[in-house]
């Protein structure tokens, strides 16, 4: 049982911060019901480090502050993320902790859960985490899919998703065997370590669904080893009122016209979008030449590295504003790919929103549908939705992008990266 129960932690201590996004301002922490506090220890972020009293201050993910102390017979061991036994773990010594690292702190839990003395500390460096953290992102990227489900047989196990590239629409069937990993977002919640492990009968035509694995040659078939889902819902809205006390924001949605309160809890990534000025700035001179390939949509920073150095695309269409030749540039071909042009936003907080800005927030289908758990919010989205609005317009579609059919251009806003 002790072994179980070591695996178990293990695993948890692994996953804490693999796939967390960068943190915004939170709501006040819950001190009670927290999974990062058991009798037997703390799990979480080491956020302050006294070095003279032997102390530290670890934050868990749900943000609850536990008090950390250090005896002679501590055990320090070191443990690479992904490790699931302490077979490969190293001995370090105290001063080699540092703010950032995650810690599993074994030992008797005070009874108001606010402190611990550590028999034994399990630490994950921070940079080691932040490199198998890039590392799954990237295997997600070069081996992963993306979609929104259209199509369940339920009698041979396939999922068919209409998934956007380059290129343009396409369906894609999607197999499911016995030794796929399946997983879904819990309701209301925005972290990808919180989804559940789930199964075909809990998907439903709608959802959203990334899956990781090998794509057939012709395309139209995927064979995954992981697939994770989720119940999604994207909506467009003015702000009306910012509360960053309590990381709230009220919003009248453009689509069906009635008040919504958005909630910002911690692992929620808060972005701008550029205006239509900046956006122009950014864009080439003319088709095929300009600025050094600067025309991808992109902030300036976000201009250096690979994307940057993408082939030059076919100029914007005659007549076509600057801004949008850009944008579609970015996607290359039939469209523009949001999620990777939304990973190069600049982030931002709950203060830097003001009431009149238009936001566009993607959240899990909770209890309340008029309150919504932000998973992705994006300010400045005025110029995003002109712009897709007037893509359809010119290719023949709707005048009118739609926020909670994936701002009606199969952009799926909600479901991210791991």
């Known amino acids: 049982m002790k072994a179980v129960l070591v695996l178990i932690a293990l695993c948890l201590l692994a996953g804490v911060n693999l796939y967390a996004q960068t943190p915004q301002s939170a709501a006040a922490p819950q001190q009670t019901g927290d999974p990062g506090i058991t009798p037997n220890g703390a799990m979480g972020e080491v956020k302050a480090i006294d070095a003279a009293s032997k102390q530290m201050i670890v934050k868990t993910d749900a943000g609850s502050l536990v008090t950390v102390t250090l005896g002679d017979k501590t055990v320090y061991l070191r443990l690479a993320p992904g490790e699931k036994t302490l077979t490969n773990a190293t001995k370090i010594t105290f001063s080699d902790i540092g703010e950032g690292d995650r810690i599993w702190a074994r030992g008797k839990v005070s009874d108001d859960r606010k402190s611990v003395p550590a028999a034994a500390l399990i630490v994950m460096n921070k940079i080691d985490i932040a490199k198998k953290q890039e590392q799954e992102r990237a295997e997600w990227k070069r081996r992963g899919i993306l979609g929104v489900i259209t199509g369940l047989k339920s009698e041979t196990k396939e999922i068919t998703i209409s998934t956007r590239s380059g290129m343009g629409t396409q369906s894609v069937v999607i197999p499911i065997s016995d030794k796929v990993e399946m997983r879904r977002y819990a309701p209301d919640s925005i972290k990808f370590r919180d989804a559940k492990p789930s199964n075909f009968g809990e998907m439903k035509v709608g959802d959203q669904l990334r899956a990781l694995g090998e794509r057939s040659a012709d395309g139209n078939s995927f064979t995954a080893e992981k697939v994770v889902t989720g119940s999604f819902q994207t909506v467009a809205g003015t702000v009306t009122a910012v509360n960053p006390a309590t990381s709230e924001l009220k919003i009248n949605d453009l689509q069906k016209k009635q008040p919504l309160t958005i ?52 100029g914007p269409r005659q007549g076509a504003p600057a801004v949008e030749g850009g944008m579609a540039r970015a996607g290359g071909g039939g469209g523009f790919n949001i ?80």
């Open 339 to 418: 999620q990777d042009m939304l990973e190069r936003l600049p982030t931002i907080s709950v203060v830097d929103i003001k009431v009149g800005d238009t936001i566009i927030v993607s959240s899990t289908k909770g209890a309340d549908p008029e309150r919504l758990t932000a998973i992705s919010l994006v300010s400045g989205a005025d110029t995003l939705l002109n712009m897709i609005a007037a893509r359809q317009q010119q290719t023949g579609g709707q005048t009118a992008p739609n926020p909670a059919a994936g701002l009606g251009s199969g952009i799926q806003f909600g479901i991210g990266l791991p």
């Open 263 to 314: 909630v910002i809890k911690q692992d929620a990534v808060l972005r701008k979008f550029p205006s239509a000025n900046e956006m122009g700035g950014m864009a080439m001179r003319g088709p095929g030449g300009g600025s050094n390939g600067a025309a991808t949509g992109q902030t300036p920073a976000a201009g250096q590295g690979q994307a940057a150095n993408r082939p030059p695309q076919s």
